[in-house]
C-alpha cells in the first residue's frame, strides 16, 4: 500500500488529500484517510448543527460538569445488556432505580422492580405492554376476550404513545384537548374507559405547554368509575420531565406512588434528570404490576437478575452518569438546580407576556417550559413562525408549533429552561425577541411566505 505517511505529517491541516478535495457521501471510498483527516472532515461537518446551548426546542441535556465528561469518555465501552462483564455497572443501575422509585414514594422498596432504558420512549413502551399484560392475563383467567385493548390518553400526548399504539396494536381512546380541557383532568372519563381499558396514561410535564395533569383528580374519577362500574383501571405516569422536578420543586404535589392507582412511572434522565443522551427510566409500584411474564431471568449476578427490555445492547455509560449525577447532587443540588430554571422560565415568560402581542399559555411553574400564542384579537402582519425565523438568524431555536388535534389552528412558541439556560443567557433571548418583534411590527404588509401553510 503507498501511504505517504511523510506527507500526511507535514501538510498543513485543510491541504490534505480528502479534505482538499471531494469525499464520498453516499458510497464507501475505496481508500483509507488519516485519523486526523477523517477527523477533521466529521468535526467541521458537525459544527453546521445549531448550537446546542442555544436550542429552547429541545428537553434534551446539553451540559455537564467536566468531570461528568471525564467519566463518560472513561466508560463509551461498557455495554449495558453485559451483566456479566460489567456486574458493577448493573449494580449501579439497580440503585439509580430504587433511588427513583423511594424519590417518587413506593409503598416498599424491597418490593419493587425498575429498569434504565434508552429513554422515555423505551420505558413508556414498557409501561404500556406492562398494563395490556395485566390486562389479559385477568381477561384470560376469566374467559374474556383479549382482542381488543384500549388505552385512554391525551390527544397531547408525546408521540412515544402513538407509537406505542400503533406496534403494539392497542387502540388509542383520545381524549380531545380543548380550551377548556387543555390537558387530561379526568373530565367526561367514563365515556373512554370501558372492560378493553389496559390504562390510563397521565402525563407530568406536557410537551407543549408543559402541564402537569391532574394524577389525584383523574385518580378519584377512576375510583367512581370502579364503583360504577367494577371496572379496576390504573394509570401510567409519562413523568419523562416532571418525575425528576416534582420530587424537588413540587414536593407537597401527590401524582407518584402516594396515589394508590399509579402502577409505574417513567422518565428521561436525559432530560431533567441531568444525564447527556440517552437514558431512561421506569420503576413500578411492586413486582405484581410488572406480569412475570414480561421479566427474563439472568443468573449472572450470582444471583436472580431479571431484566426487562426492548433493546439489547445500549450504552452502559449514561447510567454511570445518572449515578455520577445523584451523588454529586443529592436533594438540595437537584433542587438548586431545577429551581433555577424554574425561575429563569419564570422571568422569561412574565417578560414574554409584558411585550404586548403575546398571550402566554403556561408560566413555567410546573416544570420549566413555557409556551405563548399571539393574543386572540390582535391580527398582525407576522406569525409566530416568522418570530421562530427570524430570532433562528440570531443562532436561538424557539420552534412554533401547531396544538394537537382539533387545536391544531392554534399556533404556541414555546421556550424549554434546561440547566445551562442561565440569567444572563435569558436576558441577551429576551432583548433578541423584542428586537425582532419590533422589526416585525414595522413591516407594512405580511412576510413573504409569512403564513403558517408555508412551513408545513
Ligand atoms: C420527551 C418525552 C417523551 C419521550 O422521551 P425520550 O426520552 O425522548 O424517548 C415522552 N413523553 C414526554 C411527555 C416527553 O416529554
New binding site residues.
Given amino acids: 500500500m503507498t501511504y505517504k505517511s511523510d506527507r500526511i505529517e507535514l501538510g498543513p491541516v485543510f491541504t490534505e488529500s480528502g479534505e482538499a478535495t471531494s469525499l464520498p457521501r453516499n458510497e464507501l471510498a475505496t481508500h483509507m484517510l488519516p485519523p486526523a483527516v477523517a477527523y477533521q472532515v466529521v468535526h467541521d461537518q458537525a459544527m453546521l448543527d445549531g448550537n446546542a446551548r442555544l436550542n429552547l426546542a429541545t428537553?434534551?441535556t446539553t451540559y455537564m460538569d467536566k468531570e461528568a465528561k471525564l467519566l463518560y469518555a472513561q466508560t463509551v465501552d461498557k455495554n449495558m445488556i453485559d451483566k456479566d462483564e460489567y456486574p458493577a455497572t448493573a449494580a449501579i443501575e439497580e440503585r439509580c432505580w430504587r433511588i427513583l422509585g423511594d424519590l417518587w414514594h413506593v409503598p416498599d422498596v424491597n418490593d419493587t422492580i425498575g429498569t434504565s432504558?434508552?429513554?422515555?420512549?423505551?420505558?413508556?413502551m414498557l409501561g404500556g405492554l406492562a398494563l395490556k399484560r395485566h390486562w389479559q392475563e385477568k381477561r384470560k383467567a376469566a374467559g374474556l376476550s383479549t382482542e381488543k385493548p384500549n388505552i385512554v390518553l391525551s390527544t397531547a400526548?408525546?408521540?412515544?404513545?402513538e407509537k406505542f399504539c400503533n406496534y403494539f396494536e392497542v387502540e388509542p381512546h383520545w381524549v380531545p384537548v380543548t380550551e377548556e380541557h387543555l390537558f387530561l383532568d379526568g373530565h367526561e372519563l367514563e365515556k373512554y374507559v370501558d372492560e378493553n381499558t389496559i390504562g390510563v396514561v397521565a402525563?407530568?410535564?406536557?410537551?407543549y405547554t408543559g402541564a402537569y395533569e391532574p394524577v389525584k383528580e383523574i385518580a378519584a374519577k377512576l375510583d367512581q368509575i370502579e364503583k360504577d362500574t367494577g371496572l379496576d383501571v390504573k394509570i401510567h405516569i409519562?413523568?419523562?420531565?416532571?418525575a425528576f422536578i416534582a420530587p424537588f420543586c413540587q414536593p407537597e404535589l401527590e401524582w407518584d406512588f402516594r396515589v394508590e392507582r399509579v402502577a409505574s412511572i417513567?422518565t428521561?434522565?436525559?432530560?431533567f434528570g441531568l444525564v447527556y443522551?440517552?437514558?431512561?427510566w421506569i420503576v413500578w409500584r411492586n413486582n405484581e404490576r410488572l406480569p412475570e411474564s414480561m421479566v427474563f431471568h439472568c443468573a449472572y449476578l450470582g444471583g436472580d437478575m431479571p431484566t426487562l427490555a426492548l433493546n439489547f445492547s445500549r450504552p452502559g455509560a449514561q447510567v454511570l452518569l445518572q449515578y455520577y449525577q445523584f451523588l454529586r447532587l443529592g436533594r438540595d443540588g437537584y433542587r438548586a438546580v431545577q429551581q433555577e430554571c424554574l425561575d429563569v422560565a419564570q422571568y422569561l415568560s412574565a417578560a414574554i407576556a409584558d411585550m404586548g402581542p403575546f398571550e402566554l399559555i403556561s408560566k413555567g411553574d410546573t416544570i420549566p417550559v413555557f409556551a405563548w400564542r399571539l393574543k386572540k384579537d390582535a391580527s398582525p402582519n407576522w406569525t409566530l413562525y416568522d418570530l421562530q425565523d427570524r430570532l433562528r438568524m440570531k443562532g436561538w431555536q424557539v420552534p412554533a408549533y401547531p396544538l394537537s388535534d382539533n387545536l391544531s389552528d392554534v399556533t404556541l412558541q414555546r421556550i424549554v429552561v434546561r440547566n445551562g439556560v442561565s440569567r444572563d443567557l435569558a436576558g441577551k433571548l429576551l432583548a433578541d425577541i423584542e428586537t425582532e418583534v419590533k422589526f416585525l411590527e414595522g413591516l407594512d404588509g405580511p412576510m413573504p411566505h409569512g403564513d403558517a401553510a408555508f412551513h408545513h
Avoid: L, N, R, Y
Fill in positions: 428537553f434534551v432504558t434508552i429513554g422515555s420512549s423505551e420505558a413508556c400526548v408525546q408521540v412515544c404513545w402525563i407530568m410535564g406536557q410537551t409519562d413523568g419523562a420531565s416532571g417513567s428521561s434522565g436525559h432530560k443522551p440517552g437514558v431512561g
